[in-house]
């Protein structure tokens, strides 16, 4: 086989800690993680075959994903379906990402109890209430016993739901200006409601807020 690919060098790749980069016929080829059998089953000199050659190229896809893992995870949390979708639409071939993702769940990378409880804490903080928590969490692929507990856990313990709509639809309200009343309400209610908060929960923040703005309307015109 005088045209055969040959491996012609093994040395560790500068940019990614734990991988080896392979050097086919004098020029970089790729990069597989040093553990891998990919690694462990070549040595410089040798015929890259085309058995040898799917092995290679299998384990610099897993990689490659795993690498783009890392840094979308040093950016912020991820779910693991959420990390899925997101490799997959890199381009990476599904069983590189299905490997790259178990390789960060392993490494404790990507745990979503973990990341349902700080969704859930850095979340409500911000306004958003349970029903919103719950269908934001299911959008990202959390199982609902995952979700049932990081709400349970995480929904901070002297914050009532009620009291934080009312927060909320008051400060919304002040907002509207001199809306007629009818108008504040319906725009009051679309805004708990993207907010995550529903039912008679929602209209009452939303008839308190409203009395609470015109009771202060009436106290400054007298």
């Known amino acids: 086989m005088p045209n055969a690919p040959r491996l012609t060098g093994l040395q560790p790749d500068p940019f990614q800690p734990g991988a080896i980069r392979l050097l086919v016929d004098g020029k970089p080829y790729c990069s597989v993680p040093a553990s891998s059998e990919a690694a462990a089953g070549v040595e410089v000199g040798q015929i890259i075959d085309p058995e040898t050659q799917t092995r290679i190229e299998t384990a610099a896809d897993a990689e490659a994903a795993y690498r783009t893992a890392l840094g979308a995870l040093e950016r912020r949390p991820f779910s693991k379906v959420e990390l899925e979708r997101r490799l997959l639409r890199r381009g990476h071939p599904p069983d590189a990402v299905e490997a790259a993702v178990a390789r960060a769940t392993a490494a404790g990378l990507i745990d979503d109890r973990r990341f349902a409880l700080h969704f859930v804490q850095t979340r409500a903080a911000r306004g958003r209430g349970p029903a919103r928590l719950r269908r934001d969490l299911r959008a ?61 929960l929602r209209v009452e923040a939303v008839r308190r807020a409203l009395a609470s703005v015109e009771r202060r309307a009436e106290a400054r015109s007298r």
């Open 140 to 200: 990202v692929g959390v199982e609902n016993a995952v979700i049932d507990e990081a709400l349970a856990n995480g929904w901070p313990e002297d914050t009532d739901p009620a009291a934080a709509a009312v927060a909320l639809a008051c400060k919304r309200a002040a907002q509207l200006g001199s809306l007629p009343a009818q108008v504040k309400r319906r725009r009051l209610l679309g805004y708990l409601a993207r907010r995550g908060y529903s039912g008679a």
